[in-house]
């Protein structure tokens, strides 16, 4: 399959099964960002905590698939104060990303399990970055962007409501861009000019609908659907992937867990190189599992769990 093939597949996938818009009223990134500058943390915490509880209650089918993989990732029925942290987790996440747009100083730090990303950073290669819907992962491509000074291509799909991502993007401007798949005009083109520029290409791995390209890997006890995308791009652009994610670490701080990279091999033929691929995915999945295991409550896809896959299939 060709990158126009992949690309216009992902654009028609996502137009047809992203919603238009975040959950949440129009003016509620807004009205965070101004109450975390007047509202004492003492008060605007358990305020937020209380304002979670009501959004919770009105999101039916979010709150549905957080029990539902809960479930899976706790083995047991999860309780309702379980379900509850799972949502404030995720909205104590997005408050940081709001403030590190407002300007409030934040790094990422490497994981001793990153000695390649570190490699990366050191270089000027640029790569295929994947990384998923966890913890503080939304902030590793402006972090780094800005303080290693490496330019770096985030591929999103634009909503209504996106003013968290679009702020950090003003912030963090002179070394992230993006492109916005539901509203490029020709995504090949717009995938092609950030490489040829020297940008690094970073992509989520982990919801269905932003790949054309599908693989089965195990996952919290079942063979499930995934991504594989950003392998079939790194073959054609003859690009490294890493894979990454990010959790809180010291104040101040994002500790990213980095992949070793994966490289194209010129030896082997395409199939042996995406069997490479495949292990390489599965590895890193298997080293979130085990993050997950820690902190179940990282993993934000308020979603359908990845759909399980039997052998008959």
């Known amino acids: 399959m060709n990158v126009s093939t992949l690309t216009t597949a992902t654009v028609t996938a996502e137009n047809q099964a992203r919603p238009a818009r975040n959950p949440g009223p129009s003016w509620g990134y807004g009205f965070l960002r101004i109450a975390d500058r007047i509202v004492p943390e003492s008060i605007y915490r358990p305020a937020r905590a209380f304002g979670t509880w009501i959004a919770m209650l009105g999101m039916h089918e979010q709150r549905r698939h957080s029990r539902n993989y809960l479930r899976i990732v706790l083995g047991r029925e999860p309780t309702a104060r379980e379900v509850f942290r799972h949502f404030f987790i995720f909205q ?84 992230v861009s993006f492109i916005w798949v539901n509203e490029a005009d020709n995504l090949l083109f717009a995938l092609k000019d950030a490489i040829a520029a020297g940008n690094s290409i970073a992509l989520k791995c982990d919801r269905l609908e932003f790949s054309a ?71 890193f999945l298997t080293h979130i599992e085990g993050l997950l295991r820690m902190n179940p409550y990282w993993w934000f896809n308020f979603i359908e769990l990845n759909p399980e896959v039997t052998d008959a299939c």
Not at 252 to 279: F, I, Y
């Open 92 to 175: 104590e996440a997005l408050m940081l990303k709001l403030r590190v747009a407002n300007g409030r100083p934040h790094r990422g730090v490497l994981s001793d399990n990153a000695k390649d990303y570190q490699a990366f950073l050191r270089s000027d290669e640029p790569a295929f970055l994947g990384t998923f819907h966890f913890g503080n992962s939304d902030l590793t491509g402006f972090l780094f962007g800005g303080q290693e000074k490496r330019r770096v291509t985030l591929v999103r799909h634009r909503v209504g409501n996106s003013q968290d991502t679009e702020q950090l993007g003003e912030r963090f401007s002179d070394w």
């Open 213 to 283: 390209k599908r693989e089965v890997f195990q996952f919290l006890g079942a063979r499930r659907l995934f991504p594989f995308t950003i392998y079939h791009l790194a073959l054609i652009f003859k690009r490294p992937v890493l894979l990454s994610v990010g959790v809180l670490g010291s104040p101040g701080e994002t500790c990213v867990h980095g992949s070793p990279a994966w490289r194209v091999d010129a030896s082997l033929d395409r199939e042996q190189n995406l069997a490479r691929a495949r292990e390489h995915f599965q590895a």
